[in-house]
Nanobody, 123 residues
Framework: VQLQASGGGLVQAGGSLRLSCAASKRTFSNNGVGWFRQAPGKEREFVAAISWSGSSTQYTDSVKGRFTIFRDNGKNTVYLQMNSLKPEDTAVYHC?????????????????WGQGTQVTVSS
């Protein structure tokens, strides 16, 4: 599976962005998909995950109520809608495909990773 993350950019605090993660060469409609982010000087951290059907989602506490993960299996794409962005959301955002079908928060459960898209939130 090759993953292409897109939709990042520069936005003011309080603004919104929608990230997309598109898969090629193979469908990921049977797999959980997650978003992780890595800020400069920090470790990669879990942001959100969605199960294969979209019926189950997980979020890290800092983005609950502001971010929404959803998917369109017909388009082989997973999205991350980010609202009320804060400067601390600034990071490179990576999407990843899980080995299983569930929404998992654990880095080790993912085996395919996209190259990342930069999100910068100015204050």
């Amino acid at each position: 599976v090759q993953l292409q993350a897109s939709g990042g950019g520069l936005v003011q605090a309080g603004g919104s962005l929608r990230l997309s993660c598109a898969a090629s060469k193979r469908t990921f409609s049977n797999n959980g998909v997650g978003w992780f982010r890595q800020a400069p000087g920090k470790e990669r951290e879990f942001v959100a995950a969605i199960s294969w059907s979209g019926s189950s989602t997980q979020y890290t506490d800092s983005v609950k109520g502001r971010f929404t993960i959803f998917r369109d299996n017909g388009k082989n794409t997973v999205y991350l809608q980010m609202n009320s962005l804060k400067p601390e959301d600034t990071a490179v955002y990576h999407c990843a495909v899980a080995r299983g079908s569930s929404a998992t928060i654990y880095y080790k459960n993912y085996n395919y990773w996209g190259q990342g898209t930069q999100v910068t939130v100015s204050s």
